[in-house]
Nanobody, 124 residues
Framework: QVQLVESGGGLVQAGGSLRLSCAAS????????MAWFRQAPGKEREFVAA????????RYGDSVKGRATISRDNAKNTLLLEINSLKPEDTAVYYC?????????????????WGQGTQVTVSS
């Protein structure tokens, strides 16, 4: 099993930036592609960004493209997400996820392990 714990959420003003962290533990060899998703009230879970463990493949969702940077420290099994120029529509619970494949995917159903999520609220 893999355990994921997110941190770094909170209340941020529009135009500001945030940095989220995800710490993974457990069966480290199973932690390959890692991703961030988010879910706003009444909406489906949305792909934000993902990064593979090997080859450094990175992918971003359209809603954050150009504003977000995903990075990871494979030695420490941590995943980071930085988003700049925050908008009220970035308000959501942000989830860290990982899968036992190095292929980056945008569908949440393809990720086997999930964190509990961290709330991000962007005020206007």
């Amino acid at each position: 099993q893999v355990q994921l714990v997110e941190s770094g959420g909170g209340l941020v003003q529009a135009g500001g930036s945030l940095r989220l962290s995800c710490a993974a533990s457990g069966r480290a060899f199973s932690i390959l592609a890692m991703a961030w998703f988010r879910q706003a009230p009444g909406k489906e879970r949305e792909f934000v960004a993902a990064k593979s463990r090997f080859a450094g493949v990175t992918r971003y969702g359209d809603s954050v493209k150009g504003r977000a940077t995903i990075s990871r420290d494979n030695a420490k099994n941590t995943l980071l997400l930085e988003i700049n120029s925050l908008k009220p529509e970035d308000t959501a619970v942000y989830y860290c996820a990982t899968r036992t494949s190095n292929t980056v995917e945008v569908s949440p159903s393809l990720y086997e392990f999930w964190g509990q999520g961290t709330q991000v609220t962007v005020s206007s």
